[in-house]
């Protein structure tokens, strides 16, 4: 019987500690948020950087951001900064309210980008019209917008830029391809194909640049197009690049590259003399067989067109065609663009050659080189093959007058490579010395010196 009494009994007191416990962690909890408070509002900054330490770390939940983010009108602008900046550190989202009410009314650029910046932390889809409008204002609001969009979180953030992007003015389009390409947004895809051949130059460029980080085979019909209405120059070379970078390095690139050999065989003439150095940057066999039958041509323009395409191959694959065809041009003008395309394929890191290979191909373009820039312009691309044997090479023009100044490049840059340096330590000593005593660019003395030394050497800013 005792015990039937005893058990209301016990639940209540039981209730009655857990109420109390409650409204004890709560007042401390309140006494915690109000301890901030206070030191956010004093006037000595060591004070001020603990309340925000506390903000970033402790006092946690939701009312207790509000609070905080509630502080941010109180404030003076640089106070606000740093405030932002904790909050966003805070990672809580109730402190958005706040912060889009910041960007509406500071009169402080630097406080409406902290904020910005802040919304593309902690915000989502719902953040991304302000983050868009403020695209359109000057710096530091519009780049502090840009990174924002570019991280802003939520499963709805990329497809609610996508919609910003089809609504936008002319001037704002490219920005927002490029903040979508950065994000690897595939939903952007299909508006890309539009924008391709888009009126705006700078549109066309971005969608163009964007399908060549993320297109496939399916966009090819729209970048030849985009291509297609692109003016000689750079922003046909976008075009020409974004292209083979599909068709060489995206996933699927070989079904890509298939798609736009069948719309070179079917385009007309003068469609395929624009897409020729796109054609000669793809490569492969196939395009090589349309290249060599231009070459081969009595018409002396379709013979120029295979030119300029085999000159812009990527790999080493038609090193000896072209040797083949510097033998035999009895044209200045076509012997200046078939050494050209040798000393650019010859040291190629990714050229289907070993190293050794490759500095035999260097040693024959140097052969055929009659000009004294072409000569020095070898010998510095040869620092890319990282051997002895190269450095050896390279060093052996050091006592050549004319040729010294790209020699002592090439050997710096060489020797910048520690494991290549420490295992021929003497030979690069000797060297790096000869360079010092050669060279009038102080940098390559700075270099020379810090590698003699073993240490390393870091290009200073500004």
């Known amino acids: 019987m005792v015990r039937v009494i005893l058990r209301p009994v016990l639940r209540i007191v039981t209730a009655l500690l857990v109420a109390a416990s409650l409204a004890t962690a709560a007042c401390a909890a309140d006494d915690a948020v109000a301890m901030v408070v206070d030191l956010i509002g004093r006037d000595d900054a060591a004070f001020r950087a603990i309340g925000?330490?506390?903000?970033?770390?402790?006092?946690?939940?939701?009312?207790?951001?509000?609070?905080?983010?509630?502080?941010?009108?109180?404030?003076?602008?640089?106070?606000?900064?740093?405030?932002?900046?904790?909050?966003?550190?805070?990672?809580?989202?109730?402190?958005?309210?706040?912060?889009?009410?910041?960007?509406?009314?500071?009169?402080?650029?630097?406080?409406?980008?902290?904020?910005?910046?802040?919304?593309?932390?902690?915000?989502?889809?719902?953040?991304?019209?302000?983050?868009?409008?403020?695209?359109?204002?000057?710096?530091?609001?519009?780049?502090?917008?840009?990174?924002?969009?570019?991280?802003?979180r939520g499963s709805d953030a990329a497809g609610q830029i996508v919609a910003a992007l089809e609504s936008a003015q002319p001037g704002l389009r490219p920005v927002l391809i490029d903040i979508l390409t950065e994000r690897r947004a595939r939903a952007i895809v299909p508006a890309l194909t539009t924008f391709a051949a888009d009126a705006d130059p700078a549109t066309r460029q971005a969608a163009l640049r964007a399908l060549g980080a993320i297109g496939g085979a399916p966009q090819v019909g729209a970048m030849i197009a985009g291509l297609l209405k692109s003016p000689a120059g750079a922003e046909r070379q976008t075009a020409e690049q974004a292209i083979v970078a599909v068709c060489t390095k995206n996933t699927g690139h070989a079904e890509a590259a298939k798609v736009f050999l069948a719309a070179f065989r079917a385009a007309p003439e003068s469609d395929q003399e624009a897409l020729l150095p796109a054609l000669g940057g793809i490569g492969g066999q196939e395009s090589l067989a349309i290249v060599d039958d231009l070459i081969a041509s009595p018409d002396a323009a379709k013979r120029g067109f295979g030119l300029k395409a085999i000159s812009r191959w990527p790999d080493a694959s038609v090193s000896q065609r072209l040797l083949d065809l510097v033998g035999k041009t009895k044209?200045?003008?076509?012997?200046?663009?078939?050494?050209?395309?040798?000393?650019?394929?010859?040291?190629?890191?990714?050229?289907?050659?070993?190293?050794?290979?490759?500095?035999?191909?260097?040693?024959?373009?140097?052969?055929?080189?009659?000009?004294?820039?072409?000569?020095?312009?070898?010998?510095?691309?040869?620092?890319?093959?990282?051997?002895?044997?190269?450095?050896?090479?390279?060093?052996?023009?050091?006592?050549?007058?004319?040729?010294?100044?790209?020699?002592?490049?090439?050997?710096?840059?060489?020797?910048?490579?520690?494991?290549?340096?420490?295992?021929?330590?003497?030979?690069?000593?000797?060297?790096?010395?000869?360079?010092?005593?050669?060279?009038?660019?102080?940098?390559?003395?700075?270099?020379?010196?810090?590698?003699?030394?073993?240490?390393?050497?870091?290009?200073?800013k500004g």
């Open 52 to 152: 925000l330490e506390r903000i970033r770390t402790a006092a946690k939940g939701e009312a207790a951001t509000r609070t905080f983010a509630g502080l941010l009108a109180t404030q003076a602008p640089e106070r606000q900064i740093a405030l932002v900046r904790a909050l966003a550190d805070r990672g809580d989202s109730a402190a958005l309210p706040a912060l889009a009410a910041l960007v509406g009314t500071s009169q402080d650029a630097s406080v409406r980008a902290a904020a910005l910046a802040a919304l593309g932390v902690l915000g989502s889809g719902a953040e991304v019209p302000a983050l868009v409008k403020a695209l359109a204002a000057a710096d530091p609001e519009k780049g502090a917008a840009r990174r924002a969009l570019a991280i802003l």
């Open 331 to 460: 044209e200045p003008t076509e012997r200046d663009l078939l050494v050209g395309a040798l000393i650019r394929i010859a040291p190629l890191r990714d050229n289907k050659l070993s190293d050794g290979q490759k500095l035999e191909l260097v040693k024959k373009t140097m052969a055929l080189c009659d000009k004294e820039d072409e000569r020095a312009r070898l010998i510095e691309r040869t620092s890319a093959i990282r051997t002895i044997d190269s450095f050896r090479y390279v060093s052996g023009f050091l006592d050549t007058p004319a040729l010294a100044e790209p020699a002592c490049k090439s050997v710096v840059e060489l020797a910048h490579d520690r494991q290549l340096r420490d295992a021929n330590k003497d030979e690069f000593t000797k060297a790096l010395d000869r360079v010092i005593g050669l060279t009038k660019n102080q940098e390559l003395v700075d270099r020379a010196n810090a590698y003699k030394a073993g240490k390393t050497w870091e290009r200073k």
